[in-house]
């Protein structure tokens, strides 16, 4: 991505993490710079506590930065509050770090399926990440595998058509391995870089998602070995805490390689991208924030840190 649209993204994640950064950063600073709060104190803490737990951190996640933050106030001796600011973001920071092979499924081929429930914008993710990865002169195809929800292959097709993408799609009632077979055998004949499946949500029935995904897994195995391999969950980033028992359930089906936050403009509770990665281990990898294609980037750490904190 060239320079100025990078500055365009980083603007365009500053404005729509505005209410976040109210709710988290501008509740924090009141706590390290008007409260009173001269000398670090335990009142102090566990006031800083509460805004970072209302600010949807997390309980887990706030108490381990809090933790540290202790340790940090006792081994360099920090006496003031406003003091441990800058410790405070560090260690949100390193919560937040992303493996270095993230993004190696880039170099390809790869395939990616993409999970999570209806509502949370999941055929749109794979549309605009259809149409980032083409313009990077990605060779990409899409599968549409969700053959259980009504219309899904019709508003995946839509958004292909918009991608400029091939689709590999199948009537709705279709074996959703039958497609991802077929569309593997697509993605090898024409040396596809990356190869995108769209799979059901059924989150109230894992019995059946978990016979769904093994078997696909068991496919793309057998007919593609060799490519990298991930699992992405999109979550709606306006549902806070609710996003991380959706992606707890997912994890406990399938081996999650990374997140897709959405609709993470307006929201006040941009503070689960960090519980969500924190908690769970697994890497943001692309954050959106408007409707637009381009709104879909890919996620840095030290962006959305700086988008809330400064």
Same mark, same amino acid.
């Given at each position: 991505m060239a320079d100025n649209e990078k500055l365009g993204f980083f603007a365009r994640l500053k404005k729509g993490l505005s209410k976040t950064k109210a709710n988290i950063a501008d509740n @924090?600073? *009141?706590?390290?710079?008007? =409260?009173?709060? +001269?000398k670090?104190?335990?009142?102090? $803490?566990?006031?800083?506590?509460?805004?970072?737990?209302?600010?949807?951190?997390?309980?887990?996640?706030?108490e381990e930065l809090l933790d540290d933050l202790r340790q940090k106030v006792k081994d360099?001796?920090?006496?003031?509050?406003?003091?441990?600011?800058?410790?405070?973001?560090?260690?949100?920071?390193?919560? @937040?770090? *992303?493996?270095?092979?993230? =993004?190696?499924? +880039?170099?390809?081929?790869?395939?990616? $399926?993409?999970?999570?429930?209806?509502?949370?914008?999941?055929?749109?993710?794979i549309g605009k990440l259809a149409a980032n990865y083409r313009k990077q002169g990605k060779r990409v195809l899409i599968a549409s595998a969700d053959t259980f929800r009504a219309a899904a292959n019709e508003q995946l097709a839509e958004w292909a058509k918009r991608a400029g993408v091939d689709i590999i799609?199948?009537?709705?009632?279709?074996?959703?391995?039958?497609?991802?077979?077929?569309?593997?055998?697509?993605?090898?004949?024409?040396?596809?870089?990356?190869?995108?499946?769209?799979?059901?949500?059924?989150?109230h029935n894992k019995k059946n998602l978990m016979a769904e995904l093994s078997k696909i897994d068991r496919i793309i195995t057998r007919e593609y070995p060799g490519c990298f391999r991930e699992n992405w969950v999109v979550l709606d980033g306006t549902t806070g805490q609710n996003a991380i028992f959706q992606a707890r359930e997912f994890a406990s089906v399938t081996d999650l390689t990374g997140i897709v936050l959405t609709k993470m403009d307006g929201t006040a509770k941009g503070g689960i991208a960090i519980a969500v990665q924190a908690e769970l281990g697994i890497p943001v990898k692309f954050i959106g924030v408007g409707e637009k294609i381009e709104d879909l980037q890919k996620f840095n750490p030290d962006q959305f840190v700086d988008a809330i904190f400064y």
């Open positions: @924090m600073d *009141q706590i390290f710079n008007t =409260y009173g709060y +001269e670090v104190s335990e009142e102090f $803490l566990e006031e800083l506590e509460e805004t970072m737990i209302m600010g949807d951190i997390g309980v887990q996640t706030t360099e001796r920090i006496k003031y509050c406003p003091d441990c600011r800058q410790e405070l973001i560090l260690g949100i920071r390193n919560k @937040m770090k *992303q493996p270095k092979d993230a =993004y190696d499924f +880039e170099q390809g081929p790869a395939v990616v $399926l993409v999970i999570g429930v209806n509502g949370v914008g999941k055929t749109t993710s799609g199948a009537s709705e009632g279709s074996d959703p391995a039958a497609v991802v077979y077929d569309a593997v055998q697509a993605a090898k004949a024409r040396k596809t870089d990356i190869l995108l499946v769209d799979t059901a949500g059924r989150l």
